[in-house]
């Protein structure tokens, strides 16, 4: 072998004659893993509320610093695709994801495994390890107290509206217990937009009862806020977020699917509404 | 005066209580929760300052994103994190629920609008398309806002 051939096998870190861009050529073996690894990432950071932006940015810098030379990556909102390159070696795969709902403490995860990787610290086994980990996360705070926090949010978004003592009573009861409601029916895996519906019906019968037994001097505040919980806050923002970085297709799924949830509220709250025969909300 | 910085104080800690609640519905890490409820608080107490002043809502919530997006790229760097995780949880105190809200219920009021009067008719259509504008404004400002040290200072090529 001659020294030459043996300088391009060794892995380059001290040559100031290669470009940054020049690493040793992975086989299809090991770049089919870092296929995966940088995919799960990527459906990890979709499926639980990042924006389209992020994603690219930290899926390219898992697989890059797996030893891909470069990553061509696409997400769309429900699938990731991604094409790893090495040497003349390139692979594409695609993977289905599906929003499982907004979770920081993964997004965080993901982020600080990506850093990790980029610093030399894990190998692809240690980032296989710690992905499965991450997949396996479950939420932070029990089921009653991100009731109770949810319903002292809305609370407190009643008195900001100009609510009385009465219409945070209400509200927090209103909220709260909607949130039961909804954690109920998303353990049962009713269809996600269809659920809403109901939701925001018991919100709206506890917060328009409230106010037919006159406990709050100022209902609009008590009924707009008790449906607060509902609002597709990410979803829009993230929206105006993908809209503005040029992701256009993304950013109108994304707004359409805030607004078809909007329209759920408007209907469960008409509904609770004209069941109970107020006017004028 | 006073009474100004009473209700200043009351609004930061509603605020304050709604970004939490936010925060741990989006299951945020126990030891960032401090910094959320940091940056709900001044995101909304800003805008009611800027509207106190006397500027419209849509202006107010821009410059209160502007506060919010520095704050967070801040905060990330304390803790080591996305900084999307403050923005998205300081601007939820700001998003226009209440204005979706209202539009919505407009819109589909107009299915009923067959037996209205037409000076009802027209005022249920406008007051749907008011409230629609503002929320896509509100949203547009929110976005931008808190986009802004992205925009300014890591103006990197894309890596895609």
Request: aromatic share 6%.
């Amino acid at each position: 072998m001659t020294t030459d051939a043996l300088k391009r096998m060794t892995p380059i870190d001290d040559n100031d004659n290669f470009p940054d861009a020049v690493k040793p050529p992975l086989d299809r073996d090991s770049l089919r893993d870092v296929i995966d690894l940088a995919l799960w990432a990527g459906q990890l950071m979709l499926a639980h509320g990042a924006d389209t932006a992020r994603i690219e940015e930290t899926t390219h810098r898992v697989g890059t610093a797996l030893g891909a030379t470069w990553m061509d990556i696409l997400v769309s909102p429900n699938a990731v695709v991604i094409t790893t390159t090495s040497g003349e070696e390139f692979r594409t795969k695609v993977r289905r994801v599906v929003a499982l709902g907004v979770n920081m403490a993964i997004l965080d995860a993901v982020n600080a495994l990506s850093r990790r990787i980029e610093s030399g610290e894990w190998d692809r086994v240690a980032v296989r390890r710690e992905l499965e980990r991450i997949g396996a996360m479950r939420h932070d705070y029990p089921r009653w107290l991100i009731a109770a926090a949810v319903g002292a949010a809305c609370a407190g978004f009643s008195r900001l509206f100009g609510g009385d003592g009465g219409a945070f009573a209400v509200t927090f009861a209103a909220a709260g217990i909607a949130m039961l409601v909804r954690q109920a029916l998303q353990h049962r895996h009713f269809n996600a937009l269809i659920a809403i519906i109901p939701t925001a019906f018991t919100a709206g019968m506890i917060a328009a009862s409230g106010v037919h037994f006159g406990m709050t001097a100022t209902p609009e505040p008590a009924l707009a806020a008790s449906v607060l919980l509902l609002v597709p806050g990410v979803h829009l923002i993230n929206a105006m977020r993908d809209l503005l970085m040029g992701h256009i297709v993304t950013g109108l799924v994304r707004g359409v699917t805030g607004a078809l949830i909007s329209v759920c509220i408007a209907i469960g709250m008409l509904l609770a509404l004209g069941a109970l025969g107020i006017q004028g909300f | 005066m006073f009474d100004t910085l009473i209700a200043f104080i009351i609004d930061a800690l509603w605020s304050c209580v709604a970004a939490l609640g936010f925060a741990v519905l989006f299951n945020v890490p126990r030891r960032m929760l401090l910094g959320c409820a940091l940056v709900g608080a001044v995101g909304h107490a800003a805008r009611f300052l800027v509207l106190h002043a006397g500027l419209p809502i849509e202006a107010a919530t821009l410059f209160a994103a502007v506060l919010v997006g520095g704050l967070s790229a801040i905060l990330s760097r304390i803790y080591q994190t996305p900084a999307l995780i403050f923005g998205i949880v300081g601007a939820i105190p700001m998003v226009p629920g209440v204005f979706a809200y209202r539009a919505m219920i407009g819109l589909i009021r107009v299915a009923g609008a067959d037996t209205l009067l037409a000076d009802e008719r027209a005022l249920l259509l406008s007051g749907a398309a008011i409230n629609a504008v503002k929320t896509g404004l509100l949203l547009g400002a929110l976005a931008v806002g808190i986009a802004v040290p992205t925009l300014l200072f890591s103006r990197r090529k894309p890596v895609v």
